[in-house]
């Protein structure tokens, strides 16, 4: 079993809608938890970083961590066609010196 | 601009040949890290250093090997030992191994062996 699952889609939605993108994870240990979107054929970047449980927003994304059902989402609000994207959850613990990353999910917003 | 470049794009290797994929850094960042990304897969991570002269391996080092003369280097190179080396190659930078969780990526460098 993974560390880390991802259902990796693709996921299609139309431009406007909500979308939920999830991770579960099995190391109980995981502290800090990481969003980050890749484009085709490019690097990933950073969109959000949370530490423990709660929620963090930044503009039309939110990310939840619910430690106790080691589970992570990341919603994107008034989805756009630009949002079509790769997004790869990554998560470590305390003294860790690697990130655990999960396989992607595919997202496709269709105007 | 600050930023992180890796070259080449793209790099075609026959078998039984060694190659070094370049990895350069302007954001005085202490830690680096190169990633494997296969498809359906997840970023696995090969090497990583924190300091100059000082690196350790990552899940997948076999067949690889790193060096890190300068802060602002990283080469990797992909030895004729790696058993399936065709892949999407990242390197990436923090400012520290404290700062682990803001790594920044460069462009990818993407190796076919024929």
């Known amino acids: 079993q993974k560390e880390v699952e991802q259902d990796p889609g693709p996921l299609s939605v139309p431009e406007g809608a909500i979308v939920s993108l999830n991770c579960t994870y099995s190391n109980s240990a995981f502290q800090y938890f990481m969003w980050y979107r890749q484009y085709s054929r490019k690097g990933p970047e950073l969109l959000m970083y949370?530490?423990?449980?709660g929620n963090k927003e930044d503009g039309r994304f939110t990310a939840q961590v619910d430690k106790s059902s080691k589970y992570i989402s990341l919603f994107i609000r008034d989805s756009q066609p630009s949002d079509s994207a790769t997004y790869l959850c990554?998560?470590?613990?305390?003294?860790?010196?690697?990130?655990?990353f999960g396989s992607g999910t595919r997202l496709q917003v269709q105007p | 601009d600050g930023g992180i470049t890796q070259s080449p794009k793209y790099l075609f290797r026959k078998e039984g040949q060694n190659v070094t994929l370049s990895c350069e850094q302007n954001l005085n960042h202490d830690a680096m890290y190169w990633y494997r990304q296969d498809p359906g897969q997840g970023l696995r991570l090969i090497y990583y250093s924190q300091i100059v002269n000082d690196f350790q391996k990552g899940d997948i080092a076999e067949g690889y090997s790193v060096s890190r003369e300068k802060k602002e280097s990283f080469p990797l190179t992909v030895t004729s030992a790696q058993k399936n080396p065709t892949a999407f190659y990242l390197c990436?930078?923090?400012?520290?191994?404290?700062?682990?969780?803001?790594?920044?990526f460069g462009p990818g460098t993407r190796l076919t062996v024929l």
């Open positions: 949370t530490y423990s449980s």
């Open positions: 990436a930078s923090s400012i520290g191994t404290s700062g682990i969780y803001e790594q920044f």
């Open positions: 990554a998560m470590t613990e305390t003294g860790r010196r690697a990130l655990t």
